[in-house]
């Protein structure tokens, strides 16, 4: 497998410092010590990043060097994008992290003044395409209109910008997962078979190898029972020799909630997403747990939440994601700590290949995964992106396009269970 070029673009190690001669002075813009502070980093053709910045109260503290505050992941055409002069560009397109002091919104009625403190920038330059880790910056540098005055910079701002290439390997689902497609690797314009995907919801028998896991009753699974729950759905990944080399099934029903007509986060459904087991032929080790329930609102949203099982960790579950999906729209469900231990409570470790159950400690943090999916009622055809860092062989991969299948699969699972289907669709089971 040929993996596709990506860059990461980290910005960390996010520190503010005031000179104590313009900490209380109104032209500094600082109304307060205390003052909360934030930046936003902004980059060309990427959504706007917001996040905290420290501030440092002795030119002694030192902030700390392997804290990442926002990252950018781009590829060749995004490059080529950002080093292209714009309509309304003269230049370059350019990395900028404004920083202000105060909030946005109001307090008790009375409206709050956020003012920018000052502005880094720095211009995107032919050495982000080499390829090749570069710190592009590291340290502190005066920013605000306060910088030149008095030979004293009135506000300093430290940052660390590193460029780290990041490549990809890039899968998608040929049709629907429901039809049992093919998966292809794309590299370019060239599409590679690489596994198919084998879906069905009878009952499982005896002979199968998941009926260890399996619960059914033996009442059977009819119009009538799908219209009270969804059970019985199982997803293969099998690779070029026709060998199941990871696989997806659910093992708590997607069942509405008391009341309602839809699967709840107090109760959602869950799959078990499970690998081959080396030690014991024609048995299947355990992975993974993908729950999923319906969050109602303007907009309903599916919710996806995501544990990496371990015989070595307390309790044997690692919470991995929890992304929410437009019901309506589609999305993308992600495995990613950059982005995720920025809002989590708790850190999300991250496994340096999808087989490592044992290393989920202190490791390379980052991308792991991603899969766009489509709304209830569309032509879903998965699109999955996978650090080539987090996969070690070819097996590693396949489990996470079982996980991919589970996660499109449940956007169907979580329908409300009285809802008329459009006539036609390839999702209504």
């Not at 540098?141 to 300093?156: D, L, R, V, Y």
């Not at 993308?332 to 989920?360: C, H, K, N, V």
Request: positive net charge; hydrophobic residues 35%; charged residues 20%.
């Amino acid at each position: 497998m040929d993996p596709q070029a990506f860059i990461r673009l980290s910005i960390g190690s996010l520190g503010l410092r005031i000179s104590g001669t313009t900490l209380n002075s109104e032209k500094s813009g600082i109304q307060a010590f205390t003052s909360p502070c934030s930046c936003e980093i902004r980059l060309r053709g990427f959504p706007v990043q917001t996040t905290a910045v420290p501030l440092l109260s002795s030119p002694e503290v030192a902030p700390d060097i392997h804290s990442i505050a926002s990252s950018f992941y781009l590829e060749e055409s995004d490059l080529k994008a950002l080093l292209a002069p714009g309509c309304f560009y003269a230049n370059h397109a350019c990395l900028e992290v404004a920083v202000f002091t105060g909030r946005k919104g109001s307090h008790c009625g009375v409206g709050i003044k956020r003012q920018q403190i000052g502005t880094f920038k720095l211009e995107v330059g032919p050495e982000w395409g080499e390829g090749k880790p570069v710190i592009l910056f590291n340290g502190w540098i005066g920013i605000g209109k306060n910088k030149q005055e008095s030979g004293k910079p009135g506000a300093e701002l430290h940052l660390r910008v590193k460029l780290d290439p990041d490549p990809r390997y890039v899968f998608q689902f040929e049709d629907v997962t429901t039809s049992s497609p093919q998966i292809v690797q794309l590299q370019g314009s060239i599409k590679q078979p690489i596994f198919s995907c084998k879906f069905n919801r009878d009952r499982l028998t005896q002979v199968d190898p998941l009926s260890t896991y399996w619960s059914t009753s033996v009442d059977g699974a009819g119009v009538e029972t799908e219209r009270r729950e969804r059970k019985g759905w199982k997803v293969k990944i099998h690779d070029l020799s026709g060998s199941a080399v990871a696989a997806a099934f659910i093992t708590t029903p997607f069942v509405p909630a008391t009341g309602c007509d839809w699967v709840a986060r107090s109760n959602p459904g869950a799959w078990l997403i499970v690998r081959p087991d080396a030690c014991r032929p024609d048995s299947w080790q355990p992975w993974g747990k993908l729950e999923a329930w319906r969050e109602r609102g303007i907009r309903d949203s599916i919710c996806c939440r995501f544990h990496l099982l371990s015989e070595g960790q307390e309790g044997g579950e690692v919470l991995m994601s929890e992304i929410l999906i437009s019901a309506e729209k589609g999305g993308e469900f992600f495995i990613d700590t950059d982005r995720q231990l920025r809002t989590a409570a708790t850190p999300i470790p991250s496994p340096q290949s999808s087989g490592d159950f044992s290393g989920l400690g202190p490791v390379v943090a980052g991308f792991v995964m991603s899969c766009r999916v489509q709304g209830e009622g569309k032509h879903s055809k998965p699109l999955v992106q996978l650090a080539m860092r987090h996969v070690t062989c070819v097996e590693d991969a396949a489990i996470f396009m079982a996980l991919a299948a589970a996660v499109d699969l449940s956007i169907v699972a979580c329908r409300p269970f009285r809802r008329k289907l459009r006539k036609g669709s390839r999702h209504s089971l």
